[in-house]
T-cell receptor, first 113, second 114 residues
Framework: ETGVTQTPRHLVMGMTNKKSLKCEQH?????MYWYKQSAKKPLELMFV???????ENNSVPSRFSPECPNSSHLFLHLHTLQPEDSALYLC????????????FGSGTRLTVV | AQSVAQPEDQVNVAEGNPLTVKCTYS??????LFWYVQYPNRGLQFLLK??????LVKGSYGFEAEFNKSQTSFHLKKPSALVSDSALYFC????????????FGSGTRLQVQP
């Protein structure tokens, strides 16, 4: 365990379903991130939450919506997804004070059918 | 905008031989550079980082990386590869100003043959 826990590990959903991915960290970090990992592509930053900023990648479709109720929890709400959204979704956290790397969760493997 | 290029999709090396995984970057300001490794069905694990100081950085599992400012490169190296080093390796960068989130490359698959 890295200290960042993602649930579920695997998710299969239909295009009309609504589901949520959960991420939890107890490392005392003050920034959390969602990344999308597709084969042979760079990791795509989707959303960032930190004390100082919330950043959204403008290319992320509105069918993905993040929620960060506190510094330890991060959600990614999914609705009406497309098959091309199938990927590994990674959550990470960091201490947002420059020079610190991320601690990643093990990811949620999402398959949209 | 910041970016990372990993020009090789895959690197093959024989066990016991030295290995190099290439990374070049573009960023505003001074770079913070990172290498991560990913094993199957797992998240990314931190290997090493360069923030400032000595251009040769040593990290986990015998890996090291050399920061070259003039060539904007941060290649990952290991003197003697192990079969267990076979994995997917990601280079990442952020600047010391502006956008704080890391930008990752597309990854390089390292295959070490016995």
């Amino acid at each position: 365990e890295t200290g960042v826990t993602q649930t579920p590990r695997h998710l299969v959903m239909g295009m009309t379903n609504k589901k949520s991915l959960k991420c939890e960290q107890h490392l005392g970090h003050n920034a959390m991130y969602w990344y999308k990992q597709s084969a042979k592509k760079p990791l795509e930053l989707m959303f960032v939450y930190s004390l100082e900023e919330r950043v959204e990648n403008n290319s992320v479709p509105s069918r993905f919506s993040p929620e960060c109720p506190n510094s330890s929890h991060l959600f990614l709400h999914l609705h009406t997804l497309q098959p091309e959204d199938s990927a590994l979704y990674l959550c990470a956290s960091s201490q947002d004070t420059g020079g610190y790397g991320y601690t990643f969760g093990s990811g949620t493997r999402l398959t949209v059918v | 905008a910041q970016s990372v290029a990993q020009p090789e999709d895959q690197v093959n090396v024989a066990e016991g031989n030295p290995l190099t995984v290439k990374c070049t970057y573009s960023v505003s300001g001074n770079p913070y550079l990172f290498w991560y490794v990913q094993y199957p069905n797992r998240g990314l694990q931190f290997l090493l980082k360069y923030i400032t100081g000595d251009n040769l950085v040593k990290g986990s599992y015998g890996f090291e990386a050399e920061f070259n400012k003039s060539q904007t490169s941060f290649h990952l190296k290991k003197p003697s590869a192990l079969v267990s080093d076979s994995a997917l390796y990601f280079c990442a960068v952020r600047g010391d100003t502006g956008r704080r989130a890391l930008t990752f490359g597309s990854g390089t698959r390292l295959q070490v043959q016995p």
